[in-house]
């Protein structure tokens, strides 16, 4: 790479951009590495640099062309995102909830938060998550999940789950239905909650 880039790019990440510079140089294959640079002017920035072996008409590797793109902005975002994905981890898990999508073009779901922990699976297709409702609840579920879905309203239900444990659990659920251009339900996003110990004080009183 050029000399001038490479006296700035930061010491820690080097040697290892030097091994994957030079892997690359020896193996006559594209070359690709993201490194922070010290820049005299503007402070620390985050390059990513692409090259593609030059090779002289015998075949054998005589230089690097390449790009050096300054993704600083962009690194920057990937860890305030990191920060709040952590963040959105610890809350959830303190308030006894799950956020969930159910896509219904395939039929997935998708956790984010301890639903392990609360309800025993991490439930990845309807079929598993319907399996989870206990048989006295699971007509009313239904019923109310065919609504959302056929007239494009929220959802929300409270019932019971038979984990796999042999717990009995009682989740509050809701969700909005994500539409498409046509107007039709193509997923259904929302949040899981574990009202097991008020549901039981309810009954108690």
Same mark, same amino acid.
């Given at each position: 790479?050029?000399?001038?880039?490479?006296?700035?790019?930061?010491?820690?990440?080097?040697?290892? =951009?030097?091994?994957?510079?030079?892997?690359?140089?020896?193996? /006559?294959?594209?070359?690709?590495?993201?490194?922070?640079?010290?820049?005299?002017?503007?402070?620390?920035?985050? $390059?990513?640099?692409?090259?593609?072996?030059?090779?002289?008409?015998?075949?054998?590797?005589?230089?690097?062309?390449?790009?050096?793109? =300054?993704?600083?902005?962009?690194?920057?975002?990937?860890?305030?995102? /990191?920060?709040?994905?952590?963040?959105?981890?610890?809350?959830?898990?303190?308030?006894?909830?799950?956020?969930?999508?159910?896509?219904?073009? =395939?039929?997935?779901?998708?956790?984010?938060?301890?639903?392990?922990?609360?309800?025993?699976?991490?439930?990845?297709?309807?079929?598993?998550?319907?399996?989870?409702?206990?048989?006295? =609840?699971?007509? /009313?579920?239904?019923?109310?999940?065919? /609504?959302?879905?056929?007239?494009?309203?929220?959802?929300?239900?409270?019932?019971?789950?038979?984990?796999?444990?042999?717990?009995?659990?009682?989740?509050?659920?809701?969700?909005?239905? $994500?539409?498409?251009?046509?107007?039709?339900?193509?997923?259904?996003?929302?949040?899981?909650?574990?009202?097991?110990?008020?549901?039981?004080?309810?009954?108690?009183?």
């Amino acid at each position: 790479m050029p000399r001038a880039l490479e006296t700035l790019i930061h010491p820690l990440d080097k040697a290892k =951009d030097a091994a994957a510079f030079n892997h690359a140089l020896e193996t /006559a294959t594209d070359y690709f590495g993201e490194v922070r640079i010290q820049h005299p002017d503007t402070g620390d920035r985050w $390059i990513r640099l692409t090259g593609h072996p030059r090779k002289d008409d015998e075949g054998r590797v005589i230089g690097m062309s390449g790009l050096a793109m =300054d993704i600083t902005e962009r690194h920057s975002m990937d860890n305030e995102l /990191a920060e709040l994905h952590a963040l959105l981890h610890v809350s959830l898990e303190a308030g006894g909830m799950y956020c969930w999508e159910w896509n219904l073009v =395939d039929g997935s779901r998708r956790t984010v938060g301890p639903s392990q922990r609360i309800i025993g699976s991490s439930h990845q297709t309807s079929k598993e998550s319907q399996e989870l409702v206990h048989p006295l =609840d699971i007509e /009313a579920e239904n019923v109310l999940l065919e /609504a959302a879905i056929k007239q494009a309203i929220p959802y929300q239900n409270q019932f019971r789950i038979l984990r796999e444990d042999g717990q009995v659990r009682w989740i509050y659920s809701r969700a909005n239905p $994500i539409v498409d251009e046509a107007g039709v339900v193509v997923r259904l996003s929302g949040v899981g909650i574990d009202v097991t110990e008020r549901r039981e004080a309810e009954l108690r009183l």
